[in-house]
């Protein structure tokens, strides 16, 4: 065997170690990134078998199977009660029948005295909801109303589904989870830099104290235009975002703990929209404050949904395509090593927790919006679920590892195991205990995989 050939034979062990760990790298890589969608995907299946119920819908579709029931020429009754799905069933049904259709809207007597009018003229249908079709007025027809022995009862056929499929539902857990995702993503940034920021819960507080009160100060109240309402909002973001440089600040320049630091800024922020509100809430804002957090014009989807869903695709960018993001995970993963490649580490520091205050104060913005009002009790422990949601989501604790789409996750997660223990009626407490549960096994995951 010549020299040559003994170099082949020699190393065709170690390029087949090399590439067997290359290969087990690559899938550990993707196991890891697919690893919190794969849990989602099991919890919300969890959840769908749990919630599979008998569902008796009555909406257009419910109204449309009701009209397919009758008769093209049948003189009919449509009985519901006097809310706002029963109205609006009511008179999705009254539109496919036309004139030959009379709608009573209230109770039982209600109806009995619809009944005792109709049997002089004759009556073909009565079209009722799931709700009114199980009124004792019509269980007996023939011998309560002799006249109408011949009447039928029609109401909308039922079909099993998941009450946490529900279209209501699912949009429910989105709109619920847009204000803590928002936070996230800051929070994201500043942990991986090895930071951390518990003030975001109290910046929300300060941000819809601060923009509802220059709504109702300076902007003419509930007759406030756009442009008012925009600048208002602006104010409230900026103060947050000043408050997030105080902190970087500190932490850079001063050395002091990110913990200490973010920790008195909490107090500072939560005091301040306790002051600035003097201890009430603010709501002297107009219907039109509602869009962004209320408001659905694309796809059906809520507003804040959409803010959410475009902030985490332009953070996405940020930390995969800029030299921001590159250096965000190298002063994460060694502070010295950043420092000696030219990685000005105290600017990029500072501009996490800057954008950490700002995503806070749209966070403010937006839960004000929601709730048409501004009070210091908003976002109350908000951080606690902003940092599980980001942790649970992939990024470590020790910086220099995470993404975007996994804090996206995360929150989800936290979003769907509340909805899910809360449509399977699990109590409050048990729920706290199920969440500190999900945060150690998220850290736990991340101490075995480093």
């Not at 008998?54 to 029931?69: E, G, I, L, M």
């Not at 249908?125 to 269980?139: D, E, G, K, R, Y």
């Amino acid at each position: 065997m010549n020299v040559s050939s003994l170099e082949l034979h020699c190393s065709a062990p170690h390029d087949r170690s090399f590439r067997m760990s290359r290969l087990l790298v690559f899938i550990r890589h993707h196991l890891a990134g697919s690893g919190m969608l794969i849990a989602l995907l099991l919890l919300c299946t969890f959840f769908s078998i749990a919630t599979w119920t008998t569902q008796y819908p009555q909406n257009a579709a419910a109204a449309n199977d009701v009209a397919s029931q009758i008769a093209p020429q049948a003189k009919v009754l449509i009985v519901v009660r006097p809310t706002a799905a029963d109205s609006a069933f009511a008179k999705a049904l009254q539109a496919e029948l036309g004139a030959r259709a009379e709608v009573v809207q209230g109770e039982p007597k209600d109806a009995r005295a619809a009944l005792l009018r109709s049997s002089a003229g004759g009556l073909d249908v009565i079209a009722c909801n799931h709700a009114t079709a199980s009124w004792l007025v019509f269980s007996d027809l023939a011998h309560d109303f002799p006249a109408l022995k011949n009447t039928r009862v029609v109401q909308p056929r039922a079909h099993s589904w998941p009450v946490f499929l529900k279209t209501d539902n699912l949009l429910n857990i989105a709109n619920q989870i847009a204000v803590i995702a928002i936070l996230a993503i800051g929070m994201t940034l500043v942990i991986i830099t090895g930071g951390i920021d518990l003030s975001v819960g109290s910046l929300i507080a300060l941000s819809a104290v601060i923009t509802t009160l220059i709504v109702r100060d300076f902007c003419d109240g509930v007759n406030a235009g756009a442009a008012g309402m925009f600048a208002a909002c602006l104010g409230g973001i900026a103060v947050c975002g000043t408050c997030g440089l105080l902190s970087g600040a500190f932490i850079t320049r001063l050395r002091m703990p990110p913990f200490i630091v973010t920790l008195a800024m909490m107090l500072v922020g939560s005091g301040l929209a306790y002051r600035l509100a003097e201890n009430q809430s603010v709501y002297q804002v107009p219907d039109s404050f509602v869009w962004l957090g209320r408001g659905s014009d694309l796809f059906g989807l809520p507003n804040a949904v959409v803010l959410m869903l475009l902030l985490y695709t332009a953070a996405h960018v940020v930390m995969t395509q800029t030299r921001l993001g590159r250096n965000l995970y190298a002063v994460g993963g060694n502070v010295e090593a950043a420092h000696l490649s030219g990685v000005p580490v105290q600017r990029v520091i500072l501009i996490a927790y800057v954008l950490c205050g700002l995503l806070a104060g749209l966070g403010g913005v937006v839960t004000a919006s929601l709730l048409k009002s501004g009070s210091p009790t908003y976002g109350q422990m908000y951080e606690l679920y902003v940092i599980a949601a980001v942790v649970v989501g992939g990024t470590s604790l020790s910086g220099g590892r995470g993404t975007m789409p996994g804090t996206l996750i995360g929150a989800f997660i936290i979003a769907v195991i509340q909805n899910g223990m809360n449509l399977t009626n699990v109590e409050s407490n048990t729920q706290k205990i199920v969440l500190g549960l999900v945060i150690l096994a998220a850290v736990l995951v991340d101490r075995v995989r480093k």
